[in-house]
């Protein structure tokens, strides 16, 4: 319930304040030594990249688990009643053109594919994997819209309005 809530929402600001922290270290002390050339291998990967990588995949989990709530909401609930669909399509054009536009950029020399890919890994898992639940969305609207035709008498199990006790000023 609402502690298990408050805990990842502290845990949650406790990532960030750590990474807002972190970054901007790294960044100025990357730039101090920009002077002195440190060799490094190319398949190596320094604390810049590497923090790089850590917020893709951070990214990729929230905005994958951004849709599970709304699923299961619509599934509990036989309904999209109150969710805007325009939002979910106009996200699904936005992840397929993002995800597409990383695809298409891919190098056309053969050994420089799987860096490139395994470099946009993450991104390229949430936009397309954010795309493929929003197509459950999508069914969804289909699908409870179909059932609420069938079953006019349908309750919803939200029943408080959103405004209450509103005092104009």
């Not at 320094?46 to 688990?65: A, K, N, Q, R």
Request: charged share 15%; aromatic share 12%; with cysteine.
């Amino acid at each position: 319930g609402s502690k298990s809530l408050k805990n990842f929402c502290v845990a949650w600001i406790m990532v960030c304040i750590a990474l807002c922290s972190i970054l901007p270290c790294q960044l100025l002390l990357r730039s101090q030594d920009q002077s002195t050339v440190i060799e490094r291998s190319n398949n190596s990967l320094d604390m810049i990249e590497m923090s790089g990588f850590i917020c893709g995949y951070i990214s990729c989990v929230f905005y994958l688990g951004s849709r599970f709530p709304q699923l299961y909401k619509n599934f509990r609930r036989r309904s999209t009643e109150g969710t805007s669909y325009l939002l979910f399509a106009l996200a699904m054009m936005g992840n397929c053109t993002y995800g597409l536009s990383l695809v298409l950029k891919m190098p056309a020399t053969p050994s420089f594919r799987a860096p490139y890919f395994l470099h946009h890994l993450p991104w390229l898992i949430g936009s397309f994997g954010v795309l493929f639940l929003d197509i459950f969305v999508t069914l969804q609207f289909v699908l409870y819209r179909q059932h609420k035709e069938k079953q006019p008498a349908l309750v919803a199990l939200e029943v408080e309005p959103l405004l209450v006790n509103e005092e104009t000023a």
